[in-house]
């Protein structure tokens, strides 16, 4: 990469990596940084802490307080782009020529500042971020939430024509690289950055069932309560639903089912430890845009997994995972699964598949080739 120096624009603390979005920032700066990549980290932080790990992957680290005061209902802008914008930030940029790397559409805010028309740019889009406010809206039952979720999707529709200003447009799905080629010019597909190396599955057979992620997001509870109430209710099997901040419906649905139990105090250790014990990993999804990270850790860590459409469709995942779609067709998969083994055969598959589009040191050069590519052509 010309100069192997940048900057990148993170929408939060990206240390420690345990939660979706930060996940694909930290494993991105970690292998830029093994790959010789000088960083200059520029965080918007809310509600995290300073990381003090992260000196030792970037060249500099600075942070800035994201606006959270702001009225979310007032203004064009989304509130995820219109919270997140400093003075300083704009000033640092200026201090160097470095290409700059926008970690998603919520740090897009100087993307058309004129002081920076001639800079190399480029933004990773997690999401198609108006089709995902949309789909929290269709599952949020607060009215006041239920119309921020409305109105953000549709400042966020707006804005995201800002992206024409962007050299290139690195989307991490194949399902979002396709939307964005058809609204954009350089646009590529850079799949999700991640913690593992190699699939480190057991052999064998574990003894439950298992369903994870952070519970206070309106699509996991979805996820959750659809196989509660229509799949793990009709198995005799153990199952253990863990995450963060589940909601007082969640807690109450699980006591009605003697078979299904909560861990919602897990740590980041502690949930990898229950994915690569299980037997099956259920996760499906009613959200199609993204890549979800969980799946990726649950193919490299864990044995069995059984998933929707939605969560693989176009993922390039699909013939490592087992597809259901119908509650009953859930059943019958975990039936199937329950007692077959997983094998040495089944690991190796795996690894090498996950491999050819999922290792970090192999993506890190495709980013700064094309980096090159476009810094020869502007």
């Not at 740090?107 to 480029?122: D, F, G, M, N, V």
């Amino acid at each position: 990469m010309l100069g192997k120096e940048i900057n990148v624009i993170a929408f939060d603390v990206p240390s420690p990596p345990n939660y979706g979005g930060v996940v694909d920032i930290y494993y991105k700066l970690e292998a830029m940084h093994a790959a010789g990549i000088q960083i200059h980290l520029h965080c918007y932080q809310y509600g995290r802490s300073m990381a003090a790990d992260l000196k030792k992957i970037c060249k500099t680290v600075t942070y800035y307080p994201r606006r959270t005061f702001r009225n979310p209902f007032y203004g064009k802008l989304p509130y995820i782009v219109a919270t997140r914008n400093s003075t300083a930030m704009i000033e640092n940029l200026n201090k160097n020529d470095f290409p700059i790397l926008f970690e998603g559409l919520h740090c897009c805010y100087y993307l058309t500042h004129e002081s920076l028309a001639q800079r190399l740019k480029i933004v990773r889009t997690h999401n198609i971020e108006h089709d995902y406010y949309k789909n929290l809206e269709l599952v949020e039952d607060n009215f006041f939430k239920k119309y921020f979720f409305r109105l953000e999707s549709e400042r966020l529709k707006k804005f995201e024509a800002s992206l024409k200003h962007a050299d290139v447009i690195a989307a991490i799905s194949p399902n979002d690289h396709k939307y964005f080629s058809k609204h954009f010019k350089r646009v590529m597909y850079l799949p999700a950055f991640h913690p593992n190396r190699d699939v480190v599955s057991k052999t064998g057979k574990g003894n439950y069932l298992l369903y994870h992620g952070n519970l206070g997001v309106g699509e996991n509870e979805e996820a959750a309560m659809f196989l509660i109430k229509n799949v793990f209710s009709g198995l005799e099997y153990p199952v253990i639903i863990a995450g963060n901040n589940p909601s007082l419906e969640l807690k109450k649905e699980i006591l009605n089912h003697p078979n299904i139990t909560l861990n919602d105090k897990a740590s980041s250790s502690q949930i990898l430890s229950l994915i690569k014990n299980a037997q099956v990993n259920v996760l499906p999804t009613f959200q199609s845009t993204g890549i979800k990270l969980k799946l990726i850790n649950s193919l490299f860590v864990g044995r069995h997994c059984v998933v929707n459409d939605k969560m693989v469709k176009n993922t390039g995942l699909e013939e490592l995972c087992h597809v259901a779609n119908k509650p009953a067709d859930f059943i019958k998969l975990i039936k199937k699964l329950w007692d077959k083994e997983f094998t040495k055969s089944d690991i190796e598959a795996r690894n090498e598949l996950l491999q050819q589009g999922f290792s970090n040191t192999q993506n890190v050069k495709i980013l700064e080739n094309v980096l090159e590519e476009v810094s020869t052509i502007s």
